[in-house]
């Protein structure tokens, strides 16, 4: 069994099923009824007017939302592990023209205000040094950690005193918002965040993530830039049937309830292993080589994370059923 | 019946099984077994050696050949009516880092080595100007014409004597190998061509173009340019797929002369209102605003070209049977 | 003599006194109080609050000029002929990051709103294609013209109607408004111009050229960006002592008028021979090659200008009785 | 007396001189004597052979030099402190169309080969990270500290090995010479630099630095570079008699040598107080923000560097005799 990422799980059925049903003749780009009504969508989805543009990767939209809130001579505080600073081979710098991450650092990936301030307050005003523009934040974050309204709406609350604008990097937000227990709307607009890359492709989608502008004045521009940079699919209802689909009845909230499940049932069995709480489907375990050679014995594949650690990543279609050898393995080490 | 493009048109059967057949967890982005594939099932294809990458679009493919082929400072010919000049918002510039595409004239959209030079020779060697570096070419044209192996390869040979890079945009290179008659090699390696964007989508995939180096040096830097662009999928599997079912048995040729003959049957139809000669599968008529409205009243749908003409584009699914009833009405306006 | 270009003109000696006078130590890059000053000597220039930053050529004027009135996904109309289009080496597509230039045509390198509309308006409003976002027009033109007050106006409301920035390039502004004889204001803000490229180097400078904000909330992003382009010179005084130089008394105006003259010495005597007409300081012949060959065996030099053309440019300080042994020679052909 | 920085120092007296001897109409750009004989020039100076190409500012030097070492999607390692990271407004971001900048960490903003493999060796080889391309370092740092022949020679043989190219920023490279007593070639082509920034506006210039390539091929790509970015002057033969002024009988390196001798003069003075070993023109002092001001209010000027620090920079023509004063106020403190 595989737990390197839930990027290379299965699409789900429903997502599958989508797709044959928009197979046939339509109009082309994003003019067909399906990627019309996602602007509708998820304004419900999130009880507010917002504009939702399919994109087909995490790196795009996170890139994209970073191009509509930094120029490109200014700067977007991240963490020192966010994906968009060691996993996108330079798409923001791309995509910006070459704005500069500003590294913070703080426990699990996260990003507090003060933390923050570390960052931004030694920075002078002046026209040597890059300002601050924006601040990008992961939730659930690349060690699997949740941030709560309330921590997401204290950075919203500085972001708004300095004029930033707010990014959320969402490739795990559903697990996110199942771990919270809240509704989307809480940790994102709420909360001040401006921008959202809302995965889907994590989460039994194919190949479509939404990119979704809580300030819709910014999606005009996207727009043209998403199309200059190739993004513009002329059959963009394959994209949108598949977020549709997740949409329905709240599957994209039960699949990251599913994976977020397998990893707490792997939590449990990990114990003091554990590097980071477990909050979504991610589990860090602290493991010897020799352990992780064990582990690796019985049929469990997964990726090293350092010296001494191991990232496991729960997909949303391993059922507990399907992890309880592995947890009993972890419990037996 | 929908005329517009075939860019809209649904995707083919045996795509959509092949979609069904990577549908389990894999490795991601391209190191599952049927993206490692491609190289070698293009190599087959083409008779040489090539390095063969899946993106999501024409425009991605295009945009990376020229980046892979043109430094930000250089310019890359082309014709005024090309694809990559008038329909990528700018895709190039943004690839290219602000290459200039330097615009050339010829009928049907189609570049001859004369028309070229009368772009390039008043260029002064100096570092005022923007220095050619590369060619880029549309096989079938945006016009619907065929390049011959013999006229690219008159242009590879100028190429080369100015030490000028080629790409040829092949976003209808099936519709053009099947009017051809030729090998694909003949059109593109044998006669110069270093890149080649080869198009999918329009000729019955879903989201999968492929883009091809000849000169397969040109490869690496474009794989860190793609994943850079965020067109590195993390479930690159079902692109792959997509390509390999189009290329098992020749469907990528077979879907190209079914368009043809659809084109071809328009073509007889039509006689003098014939703009270009059809050699693809796109049609460009004479017709007044009273026999559009015609043409549509009895329920087909196309696009106007300028002012007295029409553009219809046959799809790889629109049997001869079924276009008959457009030729007839064309025939009787 | 050379006729080459005024820019390469000696530097007049009002500016090479004023470098003396600030040849102590002083605040770094335009901290100075000279450097300062500028704001407030155009202000008083133009008879409007302006924002004045300096710049040491009129590329990188211009290329900042652009990249304020137009995003990276957006497009330029300027002549086919400009500057910024044939001789900038593509500066103005790396400062905008890929900005497309949308060449019109019209006699003597002038746009006309006409020749704006014939470019703008088949430009579909979509994401497809480049939407324009400025025009450039350049004054005294390519080929020696000048913009009236009423022509730049008729423009300036083009441009208003349709949302387009406007920005002149004056690398001969004075040239220009020595011809004109109108205010400086009359051709630039008072006609809708948001940026102007206020040319010195030509006109007796060194190494100084203004950028001009109309709209002076274009400016503060423009600090950035001059610094970031490498444009911020740590002595900047040394650019504004030339300025200031040329502001007082009128040089820069006594200069414009003194390289017309000349220039209008020549067109007297040239006669038939014009093939514009001569309203700045340049001055564009038909001979052929015998008689061009002949003026270079009496000393003048000058460049060959396409076939049996030759251009001759006045600079600031060429006298009139330098001049007239050319004017005779002329006369004499 | 002004401590704060030598770039805001006057023009010494001979390159105000060779000004005026180049007062004269010539030949345009770099088309003059004096800008064709820099090439030679400075390989006399470096004792091989050398491109070198004047440029305004020592960011556009380092900017051009990084965009010919780097591709970009690549990444430069530079100290935390680097100027090109901290003072540049993300200007080698900008040229380099948005490489990464790989921060390393080192006492006196000094790299070394362990600094640069703690960054470098993390990266994962894969097109998800931005691999590294080249290797910039500063001599004299931004702390006033030199780095010694074999020093670089380190650094220069472990670029090799990772075939990453080597950057010096010499915006003080006078003041590291001076220190060092060596050959101006042991310290950067002997060593494995591939380029050099050559520092002349702190050390006595006006508005010239040189950009100097022992990788001479790296050059011609650069010349469009620079003209592209509005760098190239018209009258460039101003920029070319500063430099040349200032070779002349190693003024560049008396001056040099006469900056770091008050440095010393205030080095002896403040004993325990130096932050920093004092190498070349820089002196860090530890002072509470009481004695700053006792300081200030003796007429001395400087900037406060953090908390409890204070930065003295002495420019070429700051006298062992005018800095007597500061150098007795700071032993008195």
Redesign the interface.
């Given at each position: 069994m595989?737990f390197?990422?839930d990027?290379?799980?299965?699409?789900c059925p429903e997502v599958?099923a989508a797709?044959?049903k928009v197979?046939?003749?339509?109009?082309?780009y994003d003019g067909d009824k399906w990627s019309k009504s996602l602007d509708g969508a998820f304004s419900d989805l999130f009880g507010t007017e917002v504009r939702a543009l399919w994109?087909?990767?995490g790196?795009?939209?996170?890139?994209?939302a970073l191009a509509a809130l930094c120029?490109?001579?200014g700067?977007v505080v991240c963490h020192r592990d966010a994906h968009i600073n060691?996993?996108?081979?330079?798409?923001p710098?791309?995509?910006?023209?070459?704005?500069?991450l500003l590294v913070g650092d703080g426990e699990g990936s996260k990003l507090t205000p003060d933390a923050i301030r570390a960052v931004i307050d030694p920075i002078r005003p002046d026209?040597?040094?890059?300002?601050p523009h924006a601040i990008s934040i992961t939730n659930a974050t690349e060690y699997g950690l949740a941030y709560t309204p309330d921590e997401v709406a204290a950075i919203g609350a500085l972001a708004k005193e300095r004029k930033l604008g707010l990014h959320m990097d969402g490739a795990r937000f559903a697990n996110a918002v199942a771990h919270l227990g809240c509704h989307p709307g809480d940790v994102t607009w709420r909360a001040g965040v401006d921008a959202l890359s809302f995965g889907f492709?994590?989460n039994g989608g194919?190949?479509a993530e939404m990119l979704v502008f809580f300030r819709t004045e910014l999606a005009d521009?996207t727009?043209?830039?998403?199309?200059?940079?190739?993004?513009?699919?002329?059959?963009g209802r394959?994209?949108a049937a598949q977020v549709l689909a997740l949409l329905e009845d709240d599957l994209w909230l039960r699949n990251g309830r599913a994976a977020n499940a397998g990893a707490a049932l792997l939590a449990r069995a990990a114990g003091d292993r554990l590097v980071h709480p477990v909050q979504a489907n991610e589990v860090f375990l602290k493991v010897s080589a020799a352990e992780a050679a064990s582990l690796r014995a019985l049929g469990f594949d997964f990726y090293d994370w350092g010296v001494g650690e191991a990232r496991l990543v729960i997909?949303w279609?391993q059922s507990e059923d399907a992890i309880r050898p592995l947890a009993d393995a972890i419990a037996a080490l």
């Open positions: 595989r390197f990422s990027n290379a799980a299965a699409v599958f797709l044959g197979n046939q003749l339509d109009t082309a994109v087909p990767t790196t795009a939209a996170n890139s994209l120029p490109p001579y700067g060691v996993d996108e081979c330079g798409a710098e791309f995509y910006t023209h070459g704005a500069k026209v040597h040094q890059v300002q492709v994590k194919m190949s521009a727009l043209y830039r998403r199309k200059r940079a190739g993004l513009l699919f002329s059959k394959y994209l997909s279609d």
